[in-house]
């Protein structure tokens, strides 16, 4: 029953009792001239290196600037993406917290609403979701809004749900990325149906081309014949990358010429090249750390793979797809929500290294349907994922709640 209901307030949804964002849009296109631009308030706990992060930082960059006034507020935990943020060329504003739970922070982000006369709040990762939602309360903007991008296990932490659940009582709408964690905000944390509706995450398709790149496989001494199986995530337990090196034998046993292309760092690096040099097949795996060339990287694998334990959306998916290339990633969350089974990869248990091994070896053992599939992805993304209609779908949402309380 909850899902149903999640799934009616879907952004891209459509009934004859419910108008649309495109309607109320094309309702007010005669007045959007004359009115002035719409000030949005992006509220994030800290700029670390995380797709929520990234993500944030994508929207803004692709907000229409003719319509929309956006200004950013860090609450200062984590700085590692700063100067990218400040490259999107919109105001920027650090709130650091004086103390590891910092209640002055509400009045401070109330006040800077009431100062900037900001119309719409949003709110990304905990500490910004529970923070700006009583923040709103005290300053009254015309709505806030919540961007959920994750179904982890640690935000039904007691503390953190009682704290959550008493903020998102102040916040407008709660936005999912996934139908998946739609269901999970319902039946987890919580939040009524009704709050919720949702979002998907988008790929800038100009960004990811089709194609291959020998010439930076030869700069990483990859040989040409090698076949590559790549994973790009931060190094957390969360992404199961060693799951994929405990199956990791016997994809080599299959195909001794197998390199697996880790991209991203964290607190797991040295633990996983430990257990690979364990298992046998240190020489097989290459760490390359954090990488801004993630795009070209990409072209450069045969097999995407992520074996995460939950997600939300995952963008790399998007982003794997986006250039061609099959998927092999468990079937968490939202993940099935991209992967179509069979047709654009294969989507494995949790936490199953046979399976992995099973699935990648078929993949590397029929080239031709690997790239079948990856062109089935690239087709679906197009159609379904594209970063315009995600940016679209943000845009429509603020302005339906903008509006709606003008007078």
Known sequence: METSTVQSHTWQAKSAKNHTLQDNSRRTDANRTSARKIKVLQLIEGLNLGGAETKLMELVAHMDRDRFETVVCSLGMGDRIREEFEKVNVEFITMPRQRRIDPALIFKVAKLIRQKQIDIVMT?????????????????????????????????????????????????????????????????????????????????????????????????????????????????????????????????????????????????????????????????????????????????FDVFCLPSLYEGLPNVVLEAMATAKPVVATAVDGTPELIVNDETGYLVPPADPQALVEKISLLLENPERARAMGRNGAQRVEAEFSLEKQVRGFQELYQEFALLHTS
């Open 124 to 300: 990304t990762l905990f500490y910004a979701d529970v923070l700006g939602a009583l923040a709103g309360k005290f300053s009254r903007p015309k709505a806030v809004f919540s961007w959920e991008t994750i179904s982890a296990p640690e935000w039904l932490l007691p503390h953190r749900l009682l704290a959550y659940r008493f903020a998102i009582r102040f916040c407008t709408r709660v936005i999912s990325v996934s139908h998946a964690t739609a269901k999970w905000l319902v039946e987890k944390r919580g939040v009524p149906a009704k709050k919720v509706v949702v979002i998907p995450y988008g790929v800038n398709l100009d960004l990811y081309k089709a194609g291959e790149n020998p010439e930076l496989r030869k700069k990483l001494g990859i040989e040409p014949d090698a076949r590559v199986v790549g994973v790009v995530a931060r190094l957390h337990p969360q992404k199961g990358h060693r799951y994929l090196i405990e199956g990791a034998p016997g994809i080599v046993a299959r195909h001794p010429k197998t390199k697996f292309v880790i991209v991203g760092d964290g607190e797991l690096r040295e633990e996983l090249k430990n257990l690979a040099r364990q298992r046998g097949v240190a020489e097989h795996f290459m760490f390359l750390g954090f990488r801004k060339d993630v795009k070209d990287l990409l072209r450069t």
